[in-house]
């Protein structure tokens, strides 16, 4: 605690003096340099709500550098400044200054989330035409989070469509259609409606759905027949169904609505292959100006890389160390609650230990109580066996030593040798016959095993040899699982357990 009031009392000593660099730092020439690049970002703010980007490039660069002195102290001005001049540098095809502009643009800390938007928007756009889509679609995430930061729903439904475009263009098409579905359901712009429909039309051309391309595409065109895109989706459609008339005519139509270098690149080639109406000096030059625009679009590729693998670097910076001393206030105060909650978790585990060491003894008391009360029990019952153990055997050398007993042995079943002999075996023989391998004849010579009479005798009453009886007996013995010890023995210790 005293460590930390010694550095809030510091901090709170050279905060005066740090306003005070600050403001020697501000010159009148300064305030006058900023004073004109907010004029210059007011006259961009008039045409953009015109739809026009500003032009004046001296002008632009000029903002960015005297804004860009103070970044968080003009943070939503630089913004700006940065946005529209990378906005005009992209627009003259200088990819990399643009994108190192826009980059600087987010690492600024300002509350303009539309112009945030927009910036991430423009450098998806740049790795879009690099063939990057999945940095492209990471671009125009941040930049649907700025503009749902902004509540500016129709921004935030157009960078959601660019998602669902990026996505298309990686060949996922559940997950667009999915983004697609989501923006038709939250808005009724008809513009941005009108891009899901393009999308659309793309997406099934791109898998081989022509019908499906062909009604999207249709869809579109009712609502804006001169839509280059639409247009261009219905000529590739149909020149993929080997339809060329149809394919020239929407070639033909996309032609006189468009600029782009690839969409005229895909033109010219339908209109060389399918259009059957032109002479082969035409087709020759359509082949030639294709040929011219692809050479101008490996030129715009390589700068269109270099700008991307310049993003790329961006993002596999290490932190800014600025957010250093919120980083080392954040450690302090973690670790002042850390000391205390260990204090306070000491105590508490010495509490813990001392009563579970109480209730372990209280346990091992418990434990012996139970163990002697155990033991008691099993001499008892040992006891007892031991005495039905000299029952049983008294009434067997009784049943041994009778004279007319051999005689009444000779019986079909073990039930009625036991209705003969004497009831108590009643009980054995219903165990034994609950395991498994033993028949009625095993039974009889358990009975007879256990009355203690001889193999001699035994061959004598099942009738039988006294070499099968030996036979007999050891099989007996292995279906109960005597484990070596003596047959008669076992079942005499079976029957006390019962009769207990």
């Known amino acids: ?97 643009a994108m190192q502009t826009f980059i600087n643009a987010a690492h600024t800390d300002a509350r303009d989330h539309t112009i945030l938007g927009q910036t991430y928007c423009n450098m998806g756009v740049i790795c879009y035409q690099e063939g990057n889509f999945q940095l492209a679609f990471e671009m125009h995430t941040l930049s649907a989070q700025q503009h749902k930061l902004a509540a500016d729903s129709v921004r935030y439904n157009y960078a959601l469509y660019e998602m669902a475009y990026a996505l298309m263009k990686q060949h996922k098409k559940d997950s667009a259609m999915c983004v697609l579905a989501d923006i038709e359901k939250n808005t009724s712009d008809s513009y941005t409606l009108s891009l899901v429909n393009l999308t659309k039309a793309s997406l099934y051309r791109d898998i081989q759905q022509y019908d499906s391309a062909l009604y999207y595409a249709d869809k579109e065109l009712t609502l804006n027949p001169e839509e280059a895109t639409g247009l261009m989706v219905k000529a590739q459609s149909f020149s993929l169904l080997g339809i060329k008339d149809s394919a020239a005519y929407y070639a033909r139509l996309a032609r006189k609505h468009t600029s782009s270098w690839d969409n005229l690149i895909n033109i010219y080639y339908i209109l060389a292959h399918d259009d059957n109406t032109i002479d082969e000096e035409t087709r020759q030059q359509y082949h030639a100006d294709r040929a011219d625009l692809q050479t101008l679009t490996k030129q715009r590729q390589g700068r269109l890389a270099q700008a991307v693998m310049l993003l790329r670097q961006d993002m596999e910076k290490k932190p800014d160390y600025r957010w250093l001393y919120a980083i080392a206030l954040t450690i302090l105060i973690i670790s002042v609650v850390g000391i205390s909650v260990l204090l306070f978790t000491r105590r508490h585990r010495a509490l813990v230990r001392q009563q579970r060491l109480e209730e372990q003894n ?16 099993e001499q008892n019952l040992a006891a007892r066996n031991k005495a039905l153990c000299k029952e049983i055997e008294s009434v067997c050398g009784r049943l041994a030593q009778a004279g007319d007993i051999r005689s009444e042995l000779h019986w079909n079943s073990y039930e009625q040798m036991c209705s003969v002999i004497n009831r108590l075996f009643y009980h054995l023989a219903d165990r034994l016959r609950q395991t498994d391998g033993m028949g009625e004849t095993d039974i009889r010579l358990c009975i007879l095993v256990l009355i203690g009479f001889t193999h001699e005798e035994i061959a004598d009453i099942l009738p039988c040899s006294q070499k099968s009886v030996k036979t007999m007996k050891r099989r007996t013995a292995m279906k109960l699982g005597t484990n070596g010890r003596d047959l008669r023995m076992f079942l005499l210790k079976m029957t006390a357990n019962m009769s207990a």
């Open 1 to 97: 605690m005293a460590i930390k009031g010694t550095i809030s009392g510091l901090f709170c000593q050279l905060l005066p003096l740090l306003a005070l660099v600050a403001c020697a730092s501000c010159t009148p020439a300064d305030d006058n340099s900023v004073q004109e690049a907010c004029a210059v970002l007011r006259t961009a703010d008039s045409l953009r709500a015109q739809g026009v980007l500003i032009d004046d490039s001296t002008a632009l660069a000029r903002a960015v550098t005297v804004l860009g002195r103070h970044p968080r102290r003009h943070a939503d001005d630089y913004v700006r400044a940065c946005y529209y001049y990378g906005c005009l540098l992209r627009s003259r095809n200088n990819y990399i200054a």
């Open 362 to 377: 209280r346990l091992e008391r418990q434990l012996q109580n139970t163990q002697k009360a155990i033991a008691e029990n």
